[in-house]
C-alpha cells in the first residue's frame, strides 16, 4: 500500500489519508472545499464554487499519483441539498468526461457544512 499526502489538496484533519492506492487502484478520501493553501472553506453558500474547489482537489490527488479525471473508474458523490443535484452535476460532468459509474447521494450534514463532497476509485496505470 501507498499513501498519498500531498501538499496541493487540504491535509487530512483526522486519523485517515488523502488516498491509498492498493492492487492497482487509487482510494481517495472524500474532498471537500477546503482551500489547501488556508484550511478556509471556499464559496461559503455556493455550490459551484465549491463544487469547483472540490475538483481542484481531487485533481492534485490523482496528479500526485500520476493520474487523472479519466483513470477515475467509479465516484461517490454527497450533497447537503439534492436541490443542488442540477448545478453540481454540471460542475462534475467539466472533469469526469470519461462518465465513471457514480452514486449521488443527500446527507444531513457534510463536515464544516459544505454542500458537497466527492471521492474517487480510479485505476493505477
Same mark, same amino acid.
Given at each position: 500500500?501507498?499513501?498519498?499526502? *500531498?501538499d ?7 486519523p485517515?489519508s488523502? $488516498?491509498? $492506492?492498493? !492492487?492497482?487502484?487509487?482510494? *481517495? &478520501?472524500? =474532498?471537500? @472545499?477546503?482551500?489547501?493553501? *488556508?484550511? !478556509? ?7 459551484? @464554487?465549491? $463544487? +469547483? =474547489?472540490?475538483?481542484?482537489?481531487? &485533481? ?8 487523472? /479525471?479519466?483513470?477515475?473508474?467509479? %465516484? *461517490?458523490? /454527497? ?5 443542488? /443535484?442540477?448545478? /453540481? ?7 469526469? %468526461? &470519461?462518465k465513471? @459509474?457514480? &452514486?449521488?447521494?443527500?446527507?444531513? %450534514?457534510?463536515?464544516? !457544512?459544505?454542500?458537497? +463532497?466527492? +471521492?474517487?476509485? $480510479?485505476?493505477?496505470?
Amino acid at each position: 500500500m501507498k499513501f498519498t499526502n *500531498t501538499d496541493k489538496a487540504p491535509a487530512a484533519v483526522g486519523p485517515y489519508s488523502q $488516498a491509498v $492506492a492498493a !492492487n492497482g487502484f487509487l482510494f *481517495t &478520501s472524500g =474532498q471537500i @472545499a477546503l482551500d489547501p493553501a *488556508t484550511g !478556509n472553506i471556499v464559496g461559503e453558500g455556493d455550490v459551484v @464554487a465549491q $463544487a +469547483e =474547489q472540490v475538483m481542484k482537489n481531487l &485533481s492534485a490527488v490523482l496528479e500526485a499519483n500520476g493520474l487523472t /479525471f479519466t483513470d477515475a473508474i467509479k %465516484t *461517490t458523490c /454527497f450533497l447537503a441539498d439534492m436541490g443542488d /443535484f442540477a448545478v /453540481f452535476n454540471e460542475v462534475y460532468g467539466k472533469y469526469f %468526461t &470519461s462518465k465513471p @459509474a457514480r &452514486s449521488c447521494v443527500a446527507v444531513k %450534514t457534510l463536515p464544516k !457544512n459544505v454542500l458537497c +463532497e466527492v +471521492e474517487v476509485i $480510479a485505476e493505477m496505470k
